[in-house]
């Protein structure tokens, strides 16, 4: 969880929030108690209509219209707390793409400075970062493209341990697709390497994200942003070596005019 000023916006999957109005809440905001904080962080929230956001197809914090908001409020009386709920549909000025941003407080949850904690969760999911342009490409029913869309959801749906073991797996798979299976995980690799499947360099990386998949599963290892992204970066690149690039390569080299004897 990360502080922006005085109200906490709790991180919903892996989205770095950049709130800038709540910044402004904060520079506004001149009460010190619970009560006031939250009701005027609910002033605050009803007058905006452009906020930043999430855009999935944007692939980051864009400025949002918010064409509808509809709020929903609760509370119990026998224990005195209370809380909100703000819905918001946004429609993003970049691409149009319409989305819902939930905006939730309770009356009990607040920082250790007595200020409201925002939590905020969009849909569909914001996803932890775009696939690549070359992913639609892939045949939909290949057992690798299963995998990787599993560990995109895996992204998607705040899940980094699932997605590094998930990581782990589509790297063995590719090794035994271009090797066999030589029985054991150190084999395979030896024989992938030797096999030229990768340099010395792509080697050193393989095993980083090897053994961050090997954490998650055998030393409770929860992944954090940045080895998440290193992971993912030399997977795809795997991926896309091996069963996109060369396979344009082929086929674009098939229309050069041959040379001349
Ligand atoms: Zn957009």
Known sequence: MQAWGRCR???SGFRRLRVEWLLAFWADSASDTVDSNNKHLENVL???EVMQAQCNTCGGMRKQRILKKVSKSWDDERYSVWGKNEYSLLECAGCEDISLLDQSWFSENTDSDGNPVLNETYYPPSIYRRQPTWFGMLDKQWHITKLL??????????????AAMGLRAII?????DKVKDGGTFSDNLKKFRSGGYISDIQHRALLAALELGHASIHRGHIPDDFELDT???ITENLVHLLYVLEHRAQISIR???????
Do not use: C, F, T
């Open 9 to 11: 916006v709790r991180r």
């Open 46 to 48: 009803a007058r905006i």
């Open 149 to 162: 869309q599993e560990v995109y959801n895996a992204l998607q749906n705040s899940a980094p341990a699932l």
């Open 172 to 176: 063995e798979a590719i090794m035994i």
């Open 231 to 233: 992971a993912l970066d």
């Open 255 to 261: 229309g050069l005019p041959k040379r001349n004897p």
